[in-house]
C-alpha cells in the first residue's frame, strides 16, 4: 500500500463527502470492497499526491511506445472448480441465489500500471501510484438534480464465439443472473430513493480487449433520491455497500460466503471509486483491477454464479476478464 497516500476510515470518507457535497466543493476519492478505508481529496490534493482519475471520458490518452507483454498464470482449475462447489454448496442450501465468485491472477508485463494507466480505455480510470490502476466499464451511481441512476453491469460473452448481442441477451445463465442483480439493486435503492424504476432493461456494450472484445449486458435503475439523503453523497454509500453486482444476493448472507470460499484479500478490488465536480456525482465499480506489490502484479477478476453456472465456463470467463482495455 503507498505510504503517501493519507488513509482515512470509510467514516471519515463519507463525513468527508457529505460536507463536501452539501457545500457542493468538487472532490475524487476511492473506498475499498468491504467499506473499511479510502482517500477523498480534492483535485489539487490529488494531483500532489500522484492520484490519476479520469471518468466518463473512455478516451485513450496515448498509445503504447512499446509492443505489450502480457502474461497470465490464473488459479488452477481444481482450485477454482473446488472453491465453485462450495459456493454450489451455499445455493442449494438456499444461502445464495447469486454469488459473486473472484479469484487473483499472477501476471507479467513490460508495461508498469503508470503506462496501463495512460493508454487504457474505460469509462473509469485511476491510478493510485506504486499501488494499483482500474479500467472499470462499470457505473456504481450517478446523482445529479436529486436524481439517482445505477448501471448493474452483469452476463459477459466473448465476440468471437458469438458474432450477435442476442446469443447474450437469450443465454439462460447470464438471463438469470442479471435479472437477479436487477433486482437487487432495485431493493438497494429503495434504501435511498422512491419511486424506483428499470428505464432500460438489458442492454448491451462492446467492451475492446487486447484479447479480443467482450459482449457486456447492462440495465439502468434510476429513482429520486429521499429528502435525508440529498447532498449526502456519504450517507448514500454507507447504505448502498459493498456494491450488489461484486456480491451478490440476498447480500449479508452471500458476503459471508464470499469471506469463507474466496480465501484472499480483495482489497479495492471492487470498491468504488468517483467524483463529485459540483453538480454530478458520479462512480464506478473498481473491476479490471491491477496491483502491485514488490515487483509482482495482481489481477483481481471473476463472475456472478448462479444454479444455472457451468464451473469449466465460469473457470474461463474469469480468464477471460483478465486483459488490457486497447
Known amino acids: 500500500m503507498n505510504s503517501a497516500i493519507p488513509w482515512m476510515s470509510f467514516e471519515q470518507v463519507c463525513s468527508t463527502m457529505d460536507e463536501m457535497g452539501i457545500s457542493e466543493k468538487p472532490f475524487m476519492f476511492f473506498v475499498d470492497y468491504k467499506a473499511e478505508y479510502g482517500w477523498i481529496g480534492t483535485p489539487i490534493e490529488a494531483q500532489a499526491l500522484g492520484i490519476k482519475f479520469d471518468i466518463g471520458s473512455s478516451v485513450q490518452v496515448s498509445k503504447a511506445g512499446k509492443k505489450p507483454i502480457f502474461n497470465k498464470t490464473p488459479i488452477s482449475e481444481a482450485n477454482y472448480f473446488e472453491k465453485f462447489n462450495q459456493v454450489q454448496q451455499a445455493i442449494q442450501r438456499g444461502d445464495s441465489f447469486l454469488t459473486n465468485l473472484t479469484a487473483p491472477t499472477q501476471i507479467e508485463s513490460n508495461m508498469s500500471i503508470e503506462e496501463i494507466y495512460s493508454i487504457a480505455q474505460a469509462r473509469y480510470k485511476l491510478l493510485v501510484p506504486e499501488f494499483f490502476t482500474v479500467f472499470s466499464p462499470e457505473c456504481f451511481i450517478q446523482i445529479e438534480e436529486n436524481k439517482i441512476k445505477s448501471f448493474p453491469m452483469k452476463g459477459t460473452l466473448a465476440v468471437a464465439n458469438h458474432s450477435s448481442p442476442e446469443n447474450l441477451i437469450n443465454d439462460v445463465k447470464e438471463q438469470a443472473e442479471h435479472a437477479t442483480i436487477v433486482d437487487l439493486i432495485r431493493n438497494d435503492l429503495s434504501q435511498v430513493a422512491f419511486p424506483i424504476q428499470v428505464e432500460k432493461y438489458k442492454f448491451i456494450d462492446q467492451v475492446k480487449t487486447n484479447e ?115
Open 212 to 326: 479480443g472484445d467482450l459482449w457486456q449486458m447492462s440495465s439502468l435503475i434510476s429513482g429520486e433520491l429521499l429528502d435525508e439523503f440529498r447532498g449526502k453523497f456519504g450517507k448514500i454509500l454507507i447504505q448502498l455497500l459493498p456494491a450488489g453486482s461484486i456480491s451478490g444476493a440476498p447480500k449479508k448472507s452471500t458476503l459471508k460466503i464470499i469471506d469463507d470460499v474466496e480465501d484472499y484479500p480483495r482489497g479495492f478490488y471492487t470498491g468504488i471509486m468517483g467524483m463529485f465536480d459540483g453538480q454530478l456525482f458520479d462512480s464506478g465499480v473498481m473491476i479490471r483491477y491491477i496491483e502491485t506489490r514488490e515487483n509482482q502484479m495482481t489481477y483481481k477478476s471473476g463472475g456472478g454464479i448462479t444454479v444455472f453456472s457451468d464451473a469449466k465456463k465460469e473457470y474461463q470467463e474469469l480468464i477471460q476478464k483478465v486483459y488490457l482495455p486497447f
